[in-house]
């Protein structure tokens, strides 16, 4: 069975940082690329950044470019994202899901609150 | 960026009838087109992927059609289970890019 935890979400200041991770089990981690998706209270879906096998391509939303980092560690089946500089509209559920482009499988999120 | 527009906003219908929902892309997005199902507190179920194709273990009243610009995705017969939130991304372009959502209610 697939599954995707994710951690690591919390309330944080503006202008701090926050690390989220994902586990992954139940499928071979490193055949497949992985996104980060968000989504803010009540809104929609907003796709945040994603990353291939090896981890040599990735790509992100513009709205978090130079602020998110994605990164993997297939020998742990592992899924991070790094956020620094975060801004109040940074606050939303944070979503692990598989494959790169239309996520099949997701986890339940964890709720990152960016407030003062 | 491509922009996706659902259409309607929210629907509202009874458990046996058929629906359709649109989403129209703000330029081509060949048929690199998903839809996903969402209930209150849970996330995103992949329902259609490519525009036509059933994700594994979703239902056959739930198709998927279209190409280009102008796609659809058809309920035959609405279960009680069906009620939620509907979204469409596509997949032809970066950023990838979801619609805005249409809530189907009873």
């Known amino acids: 069975e697939v599954q995707l935890v994710e951690s690591g979400g919390g309330l944080v200041q503006p202008g701090g940082s926050l690390r989220l991770s994902c586990v992954a089990s139940g499928f071979t981690f490193d055949n497949y690329w992985m996104s980060w998706v968000r989504q803010a209270p009540g809104k929609g879906l907003e796709w945040v950044a994603n990353i291939r096998q090896e981890g040599g391509e990735k790509y992100y939303v513009d709205s978090v470019k130079g602020r998110f980092t994605i990164s993997r560690d297939n020998a742990k089946n592992s899924l991070d994202l790094q956020m620094d500089s975060l801004r109040p509209e940074d606050t939303a559920v944070y979503y692990c899901a598989r494959r790169g482009a239309s996520p099949d499988y997701w986890g339940q999120g964890t709720l990152v609150t960016v407030s003062s | 960026e491509t922009v996706l527009t659902q259409s309607p906003a929210t629907l509202s219908l009874s458990p046996g009838e058929r629906v359709t929902l649109s989403c129209r892309a703000s330029q081509n997005v060949d048929t690199y087109l998903a839809w996903y199902q969402q209930k209150p507190g849970q996330p995103p179920r992949l329902l259609i992927y490519?525009?036509?194709n059933r994700a594994a273990g979703i239902p056959a009243r739930f198709s998927g059609s279209g190409s280009g610009t102008d796609f659809s995705l058809t309920i035959t017969s609405l279960e009680p289970e069906d009620f939620a939130v509907y979204y469409c991304q596509q997949r032809d372009n970066r950023p990838f890019t979801f619609g805005q959502g249409t809530k189907l209610e009873i």
């Open positions: 490519d525009s036509s």
